[in-house]
Each structure stands twice: as structure tokens, then as C-alpha cells.
């Protein structure tokens, strides 16, 4: 029995012996996406809230997650960074066509400690690098022609040697309150599985929904 099957398996027929740890249950599926998904099986839908208390959501991409919850990057003065600074509450929802799977995570929003952004920072391709200080993430920008002078620019400020961690780019950790996995299944009787906790530092509980 593969993977994918054991997982289907679990949530259908709700014998939970690995799948009452949801981030176990995660990493499967997001094992078998990625050799499933052609393009991108980290990403996800990110939705936040701006200051007029209207959702705002964009793709980004999934670097990293544990128990302590799912990380992406970004620049802080981007619409997304200074919406989840104001209000650090967030939802995620990742969609694998190909396996017909679906999982949703709203949660607690807190900014990764220094050492983990300038871990993953320096771990990117020197373009991306540049591109972070080049980049106002968000804001008018009058031509193509003035970003790619902007990336000129610092490209030959930091031709040499490493290039530091801007001080407006970051991470943000989404703590998880909620993690919900949705499997496809005939008719439209999907499986709904849903892990809550009313606090990151709580056991979770685990709830089967109606389709």
C-alpha cells in the first residue's frame, strides 16, 4: 500500500493511528504532491486582512514547517507584510488537482527569529538576493526600465562577497488553530477532516465534516 493510499484510507474509513498528528498527516500529502504537481506543490493561497477589514489574498510559497507551524517570506513593506504586521492572523489553502486534495489552515501570525530569515536568505540564488533590495514590493513603479536599474544598482553595490539580509525582508510563521484535509470522492460525498485547538499550546481535537 503506497502512501497515498494510506492517508485516503485513514480519512475515509477514520483509523487515525498516524493521522490524529495533522502535520504528520501534512507532510504525506505534501510528499505525494511533489511527485504529483508538475509546478510549485508548495504553494498556497494566502489570505490576509487589509487595514478597511477587506480580504486580500495572493500565491506564495511554503519554505518551511514543523510543529511550530508553516513559514514563508516576503518583504515587510509589501502589501502582505504590512497587513499581517497590523493584523497577524492569516489562512492558508493549498489545492493539489492531482490528487484530488485539498487542505485549509488558519491560524496565529508571528515573525521568524533573525537567524532563520538569514539562514534561508542567504540559501537563495544571488539574483534573488538582489531582487529583495531592488524591489518596492507593492508600490507604483513607473516603468520596467526603473526596476531594472534599481537591480543595476545593487548588483555593483554587492559584487563582491556576501549580500546581507534586508532589514525590511523577513519570514512569518503561521501557528496553526485549525488545519482542515479535504479528499476528493465520488458524488460529491467528500472527506472533511478537521484538527482545532483554541490556543498553539493546546492538544488538538479532531472532527469529521459533512461534505
Known amino acids: 500500500m503506497t502512501t497515498n493510499d494510506l492517508s485516503a484510507k485513514e480519512l475515509t474509513n477514520g483509523d487515525f493511528t498516524e493521522a490524529s498528528k495533522p502535520f504528520l498527516l ?3 500529502w505534501l510528499e505525494d504532491a511533489k511527485g504529483k504537481e508538475i509546478n510549485d506543490p508548495n504553494a498556497l493561497a494566502l489570505s490576509t486582512v487589509d487595514p478597511d477589514g477587506m ?3 495572493r500565491m506564495v510559497l511554503l519554505k518551511g514547517f514543523d510543529e511550530r507551524g508553516f513559514v514563508f ?3 515587510f513593506e509589501s502589501a502582505k507584510g504590512r497587513e499581517l504586521l497590523a493584523t497577524p492572523k492569516a489562512a492558508m489553502c493549498f489545492h493539489w488537482k492531482s490528487l484530488r486534495r485539498q487542505v485549509r489552515i488558519r491560524g496565529i501570525i508571528t515573525v521568524v527569529e533573525n537567524d532563520e530569515a538569514d539562514e534561508y536568505y ?3 540564488p544571488r539574483g534573488s538576493r538582489i531582487g529583495a533590495w ?3 514590493q507593492s508600490r507604483s513603479l513607473e516603468s520596467r526600465f526603473a526596476l531594472e536599474k534599481e537591480v543595476a544598482r545593487y548588483t555593483a553595490k554587492f559584487a563582491i562577497g556576501e549580500i546581507p539580509r534586508p532589514e525590511h525582508w523577513s519570514g512569518f510563521r503561521l501557528e496553526p488553530l485549525q488545519i482542515e ?3 476528493d470522492r465520488p458524488f ?3 472527506d472533511r477532516i478537521v484538527f482545532s485547538r483554541a490556543n498553539v499550546t493546546d492538544d488538538w481535537s479532531k472532527d469529521r465534516l459533512y461534505p
Open 181 to 183: 484535509f479535504w479528499h
Open 134 to 136: 531592488a524591489s518596492k
Open 188 to 190: 460529491r460525498l467528500h
Open 26 to 28: 501534512f507532510e504525506e
Open 55 to 57: 480580504p486580500n489574498v
Open 122 to 124: 542567504q540559501s537563495r
Open 73 to 75: 517570506y516576503t518583504n
